[in-house]
């Protein structure tokens, strides 16, 4: 039986850095539920905010707007194959830590997200 990697090409691993570790992250299926499950809202809504949120000039720090971006976190680190629970992640992340995790989460978000043209497919 063949083996799927040598078949097709296969997502390169991507990670987000957390106490100067690489902890690897992905946006796939799985991530997908675990944003769902974090954010409290289908995946449609969060890409919704999430898109709302990045045409903004100036983010806003409140609770809403972090719960979208630790909701894109946590995701991540799931489908990446990290067992973890919300809570964890939140107290695993240091405070000097969240401007470089947010921008790796966005990055890879940009990298590996589904386009109107994949969901029409």
């Not at 992340?93 to 589904?114: H, R, S, T, W």
Request: contains cysteine.
């Amino acid at each position: 039986m063949a083996r799927l990697s040598d078949l097709v090409h296969l997502s390169d691993q991507t990670f987000i850095h957390i106490q100067g570790q690489k902890v690897p992250a992905m946006l796939n299926f799985t991530s997908i539920n675990a944003i769902e499950e974090a954010y409290g809202k289908g995946y449609a809504q969060f890409e919704k905010d999430l898109n709302t949120m990045l045409k903004r000039k100036v983010v806003k720090n409140d609770r809403k707007t972090m719960n979208l971006v630790w909701s894109l976190v946590y995701g991540l680190l799931i489908g990446g194959g990290t067992e973890c629970t919300f809570e964890e992640m939140n107290r695993a992340i240091p405070f000097a830590d969240v401007p470089n995790v947010v921008g790796e989460a966005l990055a890879i978000m940009k990298k590996q997200g589904f386009q109107d043209a994949d969901a029409k497919k």
